[in-house]
């Protein structure tokens, strides 16, 4: 008895003295993802962080005042969270709607409700007026061009999907500047409409007019469509006060944790925190700022950190030209080859149903279908672990808008894939508030992005590839 007091005392003695208490054992994929999906269910910190962000910031376009409280808010909601924050500085443009007001003139006077397009010129103070040729596609334009000049178009393309809608609004007034128009009306890119007019992103070319631009209810172009159809000259006067203002600073909002093991290998969650300057921008994209904040709190929550470092970005300027995703890009050319995934939720809060992938050439910015497949195969197993809330599906398409720059130099992109059904009719609406959001789907969504980010940076093997092209 004695002797075994005395060798515990020689032996272990010094190992006792010396130990501390043992580090938590990092829990298997399995685990951990079992917890973060619990986690992520029963919070609701996202829910109220929503709601502030709505209704008491409110709509954010670049620019504005609401744009740097939402910078300074998530800063200050991500550093409560345990997150180390930086502010990444991004130049964004000044737009400004000013007063809006287009009348249907012939063959009866009605004022219609419309949208202009984001960065869009004003008409002269006494408005301009003209009759409307309505055309269904660029081909129709083309094919009619004559008729265009010194006259309205207006772009009635019936719905395909959101991609090819977009086109009109994007590409719609110098198109119809080239045929010598005065001004372009864009039928809104959405499915169904409840007379709401949808605005977005324009584009004027080098060398061409610019022109105004307005969106109109899928009502009103069908309105006027028929009334064209059936041989009456419809006219329309637009007085219309958009003007643009120079640049402003902003800020891309950048919260860490640090991985265990490979701190420098970085998983990022994306969202972008700028929104159309009507309604909230709750679905778009307030809900997948704070999917991607709640992600980051309940990583950050975790006993053990992840293997990889998780960095949530909010980025500052998505719908004006994308300068928070590419200023982001730019900052940070020398780690991409260290970036292993960016993934982003900008497509609403309705039921997640899984994740798109893009996979890009490094050198040429091409989808490589082939990488993209590998990638779609080394992930395909943990899709199980997003069974619980139904959100399994892998396919090959776009990812998302404010990561496309990092994708397109061969960093792994993922989109949180939803049902978009309830997105469209409301996306870049005065209707996208908060009471659209419906709290056991957002939860959903919080639980897509916080799985997905937990699988990413804990899997044993990175995702497959790209070659980062060498610096230049
Ligand atoms: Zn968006």
Redesign the pocket.
């Known amino acids: 008895m004695t002797l075994l007091i005395l060798l515990t005392l020689l032996g272990a003695g010094p190992t006792l003295a010396g130990r501390r208490a043992p580090a938590p054992a990092a829990p298997s994929l399995e685990e951990g993802a079992a917890q973060l999906m619990n986690d992520a269910l029963l919070a609701d910190e996202a829910w109220g962080e929503l709601r502030y962000l709505c209704d008491h910031i409110g709509h954010r376009l670049a620019g504005s005042v609401g744009l740097e409280q939402a910078v300074a808010w998530g800063a200050r909601e991500l550093e409560a969270d345990g997150l180390g924050v930086t502010l990444e500085p991004v130049q964004v443009p000044v737009w400004i709607r000013g007063e809006e007001r287009v009348e249907l003139l012939a063959p009866l006077e009605r004022r219609l409700d419309v949208l202009t397009l984001g960065g869009s010129v004003g008409t002269p103070p006494g408005g301009i007026e003209g009759e409307v040729v309505v055309v269904g596609s660029f081909d129709e334009l083309e094919e009619r061009g004559a008729e265009a000049a010194g006259k309205i178009v207006l772009f009635d393309d019936p719905w395909v999907d959101y991609g090819q809608a977009v086109s009109y609004r994007g590409r719609g007034a110098a198109a119809a500047a080239k045929q010598g128009a005065i001004a372009a009306l864009v039928r809104s890119p959405t499915p169904i409409s409840l007379g709401t007019p949808h605005t977005g992103g324009m584009r004027y070319e080098e060398g061409v007019p610019e022109i105004p631009a307005v969106a109109v209810t899928l009502e009103d172009a069908a309105w006027m469509r028929r009334l064209a159809a059936n041989g009456e000259a419809v006219r329309v006067r637009l007085q219309l006060g958009a003007r643009r203002e120079g640049e402003a600073a902003s800020h891309n909002v950048v919260g860490q944790i640090e991985g265990r093991e490979h701190p420098e290998q970085v998983v990022i969650l994306a969202?972008?925190l700028d929104?159309w300057d009507v309604g909230q921008?709750a679905h778009?994209?307030g809900a997948?700022c704070v999917a991607a904040m709640e992600a980051g709190r309940l990583l950050a929550a975790m006993p053990v950190a992840p293997r990889r470092s998780v960095r949530v970005v909010l980025y500052a300027n998505?719908?004006f030209g994308l300068s928070g995703g590419k200023a982001y890009a730019a900052a940070h050319q020398d780690e991409l080859g260290q970036i292993v995934a960016a993934v982003e939720a900008?497509?609403g809060a309705g039921q997640p149903l899984g994740f798109r992938v893009d996979m890009r050439a490094a050198d040429s910015g091409e989808r490589d279908e082939a990488l993209a497949a590998q990638v779609v195969a080394a992930l395909q197993a943990s899709m199980a672990l997003l069974q619980p809330i139904d959100a399994t599906e892998l396919e090959i398409s776009w990812s998302g808008?404010?990561i496309s720059p990092l994708v397109k130099l061969g960093v792994p992109g993922l989109g949180l894939k939803h049902d978009t059904s309830g997105y469209w009719p409301i996306?870049h609406t005065r209707a996208d508030t908060f009471d659209k959001i419906d709290p056991a789907l957002l939860a959903r969504n919080v639980a897509a992005m916080t799985v997905m980010g937990w699988i990413l940076a804990e899997q044993p093997e990175p995702l497959p590839r790209s070659q980062v092209p060498p610096e230049q």
């Open positions: 969202c972008h929104s921008g778009d994209d997948g998505e719908e900008d497509t808008a404010d996306h």
